[in-house]
């Protein structure tokens, strides 16, 4: 049974088994599965997850500030005390997850760098 790319990412899974972990540090992707032993090296998710919890936090975060501004009118100190960790909880919450996800993303789909040709067979 295949196992779904968002349900595995979500969860930090493995994207072949759906079991083992795939993280061995915070953003780092262990070698190999530990419940099926599949190969995490190909991991090559880039900028990809920076890219789209930024944008995530921007959609959410950027309009709550605005409106705790024009709701509320605090100085400008409330706003350096507030945003910069409501932003960077909300990034570090998010980060894992979406990074496991846009792998397993790659590994439904077997993504990989392109190549002009196949290599000849003999
Ligand atoms: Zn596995």
């Known amino acids: ?3 779904s790319p968002f349900t595995a990412g979500i969860r930090c899974r ?6 083992g972990r795939v993280f061995a540090g915070f953003l780092r992707f262990k070698e190999r599965c530990e419940a099926c ?3 995490f090296r190909i991991a090559d998710a880039g900028d990809g997850p ?5 944008f995530a936090a921007l959609i959410f975060i950027v309009p709550s500030a605005m409106f705790f501004e ?11 005390l507030i945003w910069p960790p409501i932003t960077l909880a909300f990034s570090m919450f998010f980060l894992r997850p979406v990074k ?3 792998f397993a993303l790659q590994w439904r789909h077997k993504a990989g760098e392109a190549r002009l040709q196949e290599e000849p067979q003999e």
């Open 1 to 3: 049974m295949a196992v």
């Open 100 to 102: 496991a996800l846009l």
């Open 70 to 80: 024009f709701a509320l009118r605090p100085p400008g100190w409330v706003h350096i």
């Open 37 to 39: 032993g599949a190969d």
């Open 50 to 54: 920076a890219f789209f919890v930024m």
């Open 14 to 19: 493995c994207p072949n088994c759906g079991e």
